[in-house]
């Protein structure tokens, strides 16, 4: 099964319960990306409106950490009632004990990579993995233009997932939309971020069932 993640960076804050409600209507998850100026080149927002938006969210939260110390804050996630943890693998020292620590916790435990860093470089970590997010963009910015090379990474990452026989997802995050969607999936994708794509959009609704 395919999940359609809205990214909620893209979301219109001044209207946030409106833009929840369509998402627990119409989609499956909420990315919330989480950036904190060092990691990252860009601030995005923190505990107050993640816990806002899990006051009515009716879908899992899977919450994209783009911070350094990602270890720190597992638990405060966890209570917070995130289900889906992600952090950057270059983000942390020891990330083999904080995917255990999350999951741990009962999150899904997941492990991000930017474009420009070799698929392969997760292969020691995927047993400790329930997913694994493919930047199909640089972190720290919404609105980008996807890269291509995305579906070549996909492919073999999903290979060695298979090879290996595990159940770890890959879920794809960048420039998403209708038109790249259907080679995402092909190439091995099943959970897909959209942030502009869908809130930009006249119709989000419409967007997400043309993503599914
Ligand atoms: C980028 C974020 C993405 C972003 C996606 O750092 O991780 O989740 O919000 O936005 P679009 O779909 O607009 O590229
Ligand atoms: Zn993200």
Do not use: W
């Not at 990315?31 to 904190?36: A, K, P, R, S, V």
């Not at 080149?41 to 969210?57: D, L």
């Not at 999903?158 to 997802?169: C, P």
């Amino acid at each position: 099964m395919i999940l359609i993640a809205p990214s909620m960076l893209a979301a219109d804050f001044l209207h946030l319960e409106k833009d929840v409600r369509m998402v627990n209507e119409h989609a499956d998850l909420f990315h919330l990306d989480i950036m904190d100026g060092t990691f990252v080149p860009n601030i995005s927002y923190g505990f107050p409106v993640v816990e806002a938006i899990a006051s009515i969210a009716e879908k899992p939260l899977d919450v994209h950490l783009m911070i350094v110390h990602p270890e720190k804050y597992i638990e405060r996630f966890a209570r917070v009632g995130t289900r889906m943890l992600s952090f950057h693998l270059n983000a942390t020292d020891k990330p083999a004990q904080a995917l255990l620590h999350i999951r741990e916790t009962g999150m899904k435990a997941g492990l991000v990579i930017n474009p420009d860093m070799p698929v392969e470089t997760l292969y020691p970590y995927l047993h400790l993995c329930d997913y694994i997010i493919l930047m199909s963009v640089f972190a720290g910015f919404g609105g980008q233009r996807f890269i291509e090379d995305t579906y070549d990474r996909i492919r073999t990452l999903k290979a060695e997932i298979d090879r290996l026989g595990l159940d770890v997802k890959i879920e794809v995050d960048g420039g998403v939309c209708p038109d790249n969607a259907r080679r995402l999936i092909d190439a091995g994708a099943e959970i897909l971020v959209a942030g502009s794509a869908v809130f930009k959009a006249e119709d989000p609704a419409k967007v997400i069932a043309a993503l599914r």
